[in-house]
């Protein structure tokens, strides 16, 4: 069974012992990730993917892929900045001190098929790979989308509800203080006018209803005024439709490519 690069010991042994060395880097490869990301990840390959899914919302493969990218193209750097222009890539090991000419000739080739086979498995990410990424990112942004949106709309049914029982309550102490004022009215008239209470009564519900019926034919005009279908709008869909049928022959041809 092949070891993917994320799961050798060998190269995460190896990560995780140059990460002090590339300690700068990633702050400016991945500038969301904090110095407490940095310290936690403390130099574990599956700990900086992790956190680069979580603080950049990547797919685990789109992370990984991320993650080899950045790590080739520093190791190419410190190649090109080494004297001899060539730099041991991560996984392989370095000339031992004290071996032969011979040896170290042959350790050239395995090196050089080591760095093509490290590159092979590292290459850029294809259009599907991007393509599955694109789509569980936006998957990712609809799911908080969506999160976002019920929460707003839990909270306002929320201040709705309270808003419906603040209302509630202040029309029922309304009216209870209006019914009040109409018995004090009915109460000051009957002192004033030295009349029987029940015609006091009457006097005072008159009032009220005379007052009622002019705000009810009010109401009632300007309801009759009020066109459910707007004729403005009517017209004109009118006009553009006998525009249409002009400018249509009775072949169905417009008009306008008609030669002449």
Request: charged share 20%; glycine share 8%.
């Amino acid at each position: 069974m092949e070891r993917t690069p994320e799961s050798n010991p060998s190269n995460s042994d190896i990560f995780e012992g140059r990460w002090k060395q590339m300690r700068g880097e990633p702050r400016s490869w991945w500038g969301r990730l904090t110095n407490d990301d940095l310290e936690q990840i403390g130099g574990h390959k599956d700990k900086l993917i992790g956190r680069l899914q979580e603080r950049y919302s990547y797919t685990r493969e789109r992370a990984r892929q991320e993650v080899e990218r950045r790590l080739q193209e520093y190791h190419a750097r410190l190649g090109a900045a080494s004297p001899s222009g060539t730099t041991p890539p991560l996984g392989t090991s370095a000339p031992q001190v004290g071996s032969s000419p011979a040896q170290e000739q042959g350790a050239e080739p395995t090196s050089a098929a080591a760095t093509a086979a490290n590159q092979a498995t590292s290459t850029e990410p294809s259009l599907a790979q991007l393509l599955t990424g694109m789509v569980d990112d936006a998957k990712a942004l609809l799911r908080q989308e969506l999160a976002l949106a019920t929460h707003e709309i839990r909270e306002d049914l929320r201040k709705t509800k309270t808003a419906m029982v603040s209302l509630g309550m202040g029309s029922g102490v309304a009216a209870l203080g209006g019914l009040l004022l109409i018995l004090m009215l009915v109460h000051l008239l009957q002192a004033l006018a030295e009349l029987p209470l029940w015609a006091c009564y009457g006097m005072v519900g008159g009032l009220f209803v005379l007052v009622g019926g002019v705000l009810l034919l009010s109401a009632q005009h300007t309801i009759a005024r009020i066109h459910v279908v707007p004729p403005h709008t009517v017209d004109t869909m009118q006009e553009n439709v006998q525009w249409l049928k002009e400018q249509v022959t009775p072949d169905g041809i417009s008009k306008a490519h008609v030669p002449r």
